[in-house]
């Protein structure tokens, strides 16, 4: 629900702009609501989860999202919905961080492959489903239903996950770190507002430079007094270990690229190809069967490649798939740009895949919590900074449209690069060796040593 809502809502900006009576500026805030206080939420979500326990978390967070849904459906005025839209957000920015946690506490290790390939159809699918669900709900019954659709799943899984969830629950420690919270969620909302306007209003425009310059200031002085504080509300001296940093910068520049290039794809779709929107929807979506398709070749190859070869290669696929892109034109026949869009869902298949797998390798069933957290803030960080790259660099080249786009796409390819040298040299394979079904030299060695001395 909260992957396919941070998208579906763009398909039905311009029939709430006529059923409001509202510039697309003002309906705008519908999308920009929910981000921003999915960016307060999502760094406090590890810390809640410890103190309350992750099942209480994960079904208040899940109530509040199902509850504000009926809300955004019912909402009678524009003001009403972006109210209900920034609830629906404080929902969203619990669930994902908590299920992922518990996710991964349920399983060891060696089975973290499994897991992965469970986590790409939220995140993965979820993107490329929603341009069509929008559409054809938007067309044929209602905007209401782009929300209410929310309302009976969620209904269906509080029972479930009331029922057959296990709760974890650590000994809680310290107070609630009331200086992180407001620095963390501040400074992000800030930050993430200049990020997602800029594009669109100028980057040299007052309101976007005291926002990015305030939210940067703010979260230095957050990861400063994180780093010193005993029980920080994110512990973000996590990502001093190498694998986990290692992981989530490569997620920036490959899965962050490719799902930017998933808003960017159906207005290039729809502006330069001529494209109907719910044309450009089935066309995109057939990047979600590349990643169901390849998910299970992927799952089976982790185990004999390990993490840097197959995320590597993805990320090279990544790359390839963002410069064919450059000979996209109009005229060109639209199998071929789905089979486009299949070849970029192999790719982010293996790339993804690889970072969910390894991630969490050395991360303590204790500190898995504020792991998650911070790698949901940094995807969902990545994502709006990717997009708003390749927005801009659309809205600032010069020529046609066509070249625009394609300038666009280059950057994309050269930031896919980029991602595709980092994960070769920056991801150990070695050091992943646990989500495998083995072990590491290091415990090899130290197992080995174990067992001369006690003469094994």
């Keep these: 629900m909260t992957a396919i809502d941070m998208h579906i ?11 409001f009576n509202a510039p697309l500026t003002d309906v705008q805030w519908t999308v920009i609501a929910y981000l921003l206080t999915l960016a307060v939420v999502i760094p406090a979500s590890g810390w809640v989860g410890d103190r309350i326990g992750s099942k209480r978390t994960f079904l208040f967070a899940l109530a509040l999202f199902t509850a504000a849904s009926a809300l955004c459906g019912a909402a009678d005025s524009l003001a009403e919905l972006i109210a ?11 669930l994902t961080p908590t299920g992922t946690a518990m996710l991964y506490r349920a399983y060891g290790p060696d089975q973290r492959a499994r897991v992965a390939r469970t986590l790409i159809v939220p995140i993965l699918v979820g993107p490329g ?35 057959y969830l296990p709760e974890h629950r650590p000994s809680p420690r ?35 430079l005291v926002s990015g310059i305030g939210g940067i200031a703010l979260l230095w002085a957050f990861v400063r007094g ?92 990544l790359t390839v798939y963002m410069a064919l892109f450059l000979l996209v034109a109009p005229g060109v026949n639209m199998w071929l740009v789905r089979a486009l869009m299949f070849f970029g869902g192999v790719g982010n298949a293996g790339s993804f895949l690889s970072i969910q797998t390894s991630m969490f390798t050395h991360i303590s069933s204790e500190d898995t919590g504020h792991a998650s957290a911070i790698y949901n803030t940094i995807r969902q960080s990545s994502i709006a900074l990717d997009i708003a790259v390749l927005t801009t660099v659309v809205a600032g080249a010069g020529g046609s449209t066509l070249a625009a786009f394609h300038a666009a796409y280059l950057t994309g390819a050269i930031l896919a690069a980029i991602g595709a040298v980092l994960a070769w040299t920056l991801i150990s ?17 130290e197992r080995a040593a174990a067992a001369e001395l006690s003469g094994d």
Excluded at 132 to 161: C, D, E, H, K
């Design 84 to 94: 209900a839209r920034a609830l629906q957000g404080i929902g969203g920015g619990m």
């Design 129 to 163: 489903v929603a341009p069509i669900l929008g559409g054809v709900l938007t067309q044929t019954l209602s905007w209401r239903w782009v929300f209410l659709i929310n309302v009976p799943v969620g209904i269906v899984m509080l029972v479930y996950a009331y029922m």
């Design 174 to 208: 310290g107070r609630l770190d009331v200086r992180g919270m407001l620095l963390s969620g501040i400074g992000l909302s800030a930050l993430l507002y200049a990020i997602s306007e800029g594009s669109v209003v100028g980057w040299a425009a007052p309101q976007i």
């Design 429 to 445: 394979t070695d050091s992943a060796r646990s989500t495998m079904g083995g072990r590491s030299k290091p415990e090899q060695r």
């Design 9 to 19: 809502v763009n398909v039905a900006l311009p029939t709430l702009s006529r059923r």
């Design 226 to 317: 994180a780093l010193r504080a005993p029980d920080p509300i994110l512990r973000v001296r996590l990502l001093r270990e190498p694998l986990l940093r290692a992981t989530n910068i490569v997620f920036v520049l490959t899965t962050g690229v490719f799902l930017a290039s998933l808003y960017l794809t159906p207005i290039f779709l729809q502006q330069v190809l001529h494209q109907s929107p719910i044309g450009s929807g089935t066309t995109t979506f057939v990047e979600a069967i590349g990643v169901g398709v390849a998910a299970q070749t992927a799952g089976r190859l982790y185990p004999r490649l390990g993490p840097r070869v197959l995320g590597g290669s993805g990320a090279i696929v």
